[in-house]
């Protein structure tokens, strides 16, 4: 079955600095990979995706994130943090045989000035 | 276009009671799809539909219903609620029902509580 584990509750950065939210994934077929973020009192919105192209994926908002199969991780960077950044982060994941998503557990992102 | 409308935001049920949450989407999507989020456990599929009269369990159904009779709706039935369900829920959908890389897109969702 696959998973996606996500390292961290919660991280705090100070704005400016590097943002770095981990996630490995867990699958028996290649997989799709996603990011989505939820803002309070919101639901989700997507991110970035992997789809098997690119390795290397750029969303919105300054977000970018590697496929690393070797390691099975899927993490996603921003170089420099804004408070507006604020808000909890979902990995997740799917295959060519599902039709859904699975969800990691989340990462809350708080970012102090 | 609204997008993906949940009706209520709010609701707070006894124990026993039934009632529906609603999900609306103008979008003309095919996949709709219904999940619920707990603390520490991110989301969790309950039911999903590839199209109207076709419906399948998730991870999570047990005391849940669903019917997909148009396009547009795809409400979630609680017929007897029990504390374990409460929770957040959300409604999403996406465009093709065949293609598992789709874009969701999500409710602002439901705040279930069961007293």
């Known amino acids: 079955a696959q998973s996606v584990t996500q390292l961290g509750s919660h991280v705090s950065v100070s704005e400016g600095a590097l943002v770095l939210l981990r996630c490995n994934y867990s699958?028996?077929?290649?997989?799709?990979l996603f990011w989505y973020v939820q803002y309070p009192n919101q639901g989700l919105q997507l991110l970035l995706k992997?789809?098997?192209?690119?390795?290397l994926v750029k969303g919105i908002n300054g977000f970018e994130a590697e496929f690393k199969k070797s390691e099975t991780s899927f993490h996603l960077t921003k170089p420099s943090a804004h408070m507006s950044d604020a808000a909890e982060y979902f990995c997740a994941v799917t295959d060519t045989g599902r039709r859904a998503l699975t969800f990691g557990s989340g990462t809350r992102l708080q970012v102090q000035p | 276009n609204a997008g993906v409308t949940q009706t209520p935001k709010f609701q707070v049920l006894k124990t026993g009671q039934s009632m529906t949450l609603q999900c609306a989407q103008d979008?003309?999507?095919?996949?709709m799809s219904w999940y619920r989020q707990d603390p520490g456990m991110g989301l969790r599929l309950i039911h999903y539909?590839?199209?109207?009269?076709?419906?399948d369990q998730g991870e999570v159904p047990n005391g849940y219903n669903v019917s997909r009779s148009t396009t547009e709706d795809f409400p979630l039935r609680l017929l007897s609620a029990a504390p374990s369900q409460t929770s957040v829920y959300f409604c999403?959908?996406?465009?093709?029902?065949?293609?598992?890389?789709?874009?969701?897109?999500f409710g602002s969702g439901t705040q279930l509580s069961v007293l």
């Open positions: 539909s590839v199209g109207a009269g076709i419906t």
């Open positions: 979008m003309n999507h095919e996949y």
């Open positions: 992997y789809t098997s192209a690119a390795t």
């Open positions: 699958s028996s077929v290649p997989p799709y």
């Open positions: 999403a959908s996406s465009h093709d029902r065949e293609r598992t890389n789709e874009k969701l897109f």
